[in-house]
Structures are given as C-alpha cells and as structure tokens.
C-alpha cells in the first residue's frame, strides 16, 4: 500500500492481525461490530467493551491466571477513535509531546480501536504500577497461549515505537500468537511480514 498524503497507510478496519504502528492506522469510523461489555468483576474503573472473540479468549486467560492465584483486571480495552483523540491530548498536555508519543498511540493508530486489546492491572495497580509485578511476569510467560501478545515488549522500544508496556495486550488468535512467541519478534515485526 502507498502511504496517503499524511505519510500513514491506512489499514483495513475489522482485521485483527493488521499492523496498528506509528506508520499505519485505522479509518477514524472504523468500530468493531461485535463489541460486547465485559463482565463487571474484572472492570476496572467503569465498562469496558471488547470483541466477542476477543473477549472469550480473555477470560479463559484470566482464569488461568485465578488457578495460579493471580487476579487481573481491564483497566482500558475498547476505544474509539474520537476516545483516542481525547486520550493522547491528556498524555501530551499532562506530560509533553515527546513522552506522549512513546507512551500513547495518535488517534488511528491505537490497538484499542480494534476492540481485542486491553491494559491488564493487578491489585490496583495499572500502567507503570503494573511494571515488575508478579502479575506482569505471568502474564508475559502466559498471554500468548490464550491468543494474546503483549504488544511493547522490554527493549524493543526501537522496533515498536513506543516504551515497554507489560500490561498491553493484543489478541491475534492462538494460532498466530503461537507463531509469534515462537518467532521471538515482536508483534509488529510479526504482522509486517504477512
């Protein structure tokens, strides 16, 4: 695809393995048509919205986490473009343009927008709080089993584009999450490839 005049190339909206980075976003309509809420008891913060499929997978995932004898929660998981506008203008006007742009996606280009990402806490302990937890560990050992990727893992800020995010998670099915842990890239090297 030949990038459009703003220098991004635009991605199909409804394809959860498409590459949502710095160079490719999504339609500002693009919305997910199956979004359906998550259950209360793992919302934290007010409601969250995910994909069927997506959010199927999650709580299979967080039951494992429960047999391990860990709790986790949705601290964000579904955001709409204009909810994505909101959220980037807040990191900026709270902490400059330049940590911004390491720590939060401009609007299109977040993987929220897909509705099968979600930031993982513990404890009420989200975002940087969630950085070498227990819970960050088990999750980084185990997502991928459940369909999940953690999308900014540590030291790959030069090939993501964004700071280590322990608690972002995306799902891109078993299979493909397989073959991404099995790969050892990341994420986006994964899905730029396809």
Same mark, same amino acid.
């Given at each position: @695809? ?8 635009? %991605? ?19 919305? @997910? @048509?199956?979004? $359906? ?35 986790? %929660? ?17 990191? %900026?006007?709270? =902490?400059?343009?330049? =940590?911004?742009? !390491? ?16 930031? %993982? ?7 940087? /709080? ?11 050992? /185990? ?6 990727? $953690? ?10 584009? =964004? ?12 299979? $493909?999450?397989?073959? $991404?842990? !099995? ?10 490839? !396809?």
């Amino acid at each position: @695809p030949t990038p459009g005049a703003d220098g991004t190339i635009v %991605v199909a909206c409804g394809d959860i393995l498409a590459p949502l980075d710095k160079q490719h976003r999504l339609p500002a309509d693009c919305e @997910p @048509p199956d979004l $359906v809420q998550l259950p209360a008891e793992i919302s934290f913060g007010g409601a969250q919205y995910l994909r069927r499929e997506a959010l199927d997978a999650l709580l299979e995932l967080f039951e494992a986490a429960r047999r391990d004898s860990f709790s986790l %929660v949705v601290n964000s998981s579904y955001r709409s473009y204009d909810v994505q506008v909101q959220t980037y203008a807040t990191w %900026v006007q709270l =902490y400059g343009q330049e =940590y911004a742009d !390491r720590t939060s996606a401009r609007p299109g280009h977040s993987e929220h927008q897909l509705g099968t990402t979600v930031d %993982v806490g513990a404890r009420g302990l989200v975002l940087e /709080n969630f950085v070498g937890t227990p819970e960050a560990a088990w999750l980084e050992a /185990n997502s991928w089993k459940y369909g999940f990727i $953690v999308s900014y893992p540590d030291g790959k800020e030069h090939i993501t584009g =964004y700071a280590y995010e322990p608690w972002h998670i995306r799902y891109v099915g078993k299979d $493909v999450a397989a073959q $991404v842990h !099995r790969s050892g890239l990341t994420l986006r090297e994964f899905l730029l490839q !396809r």
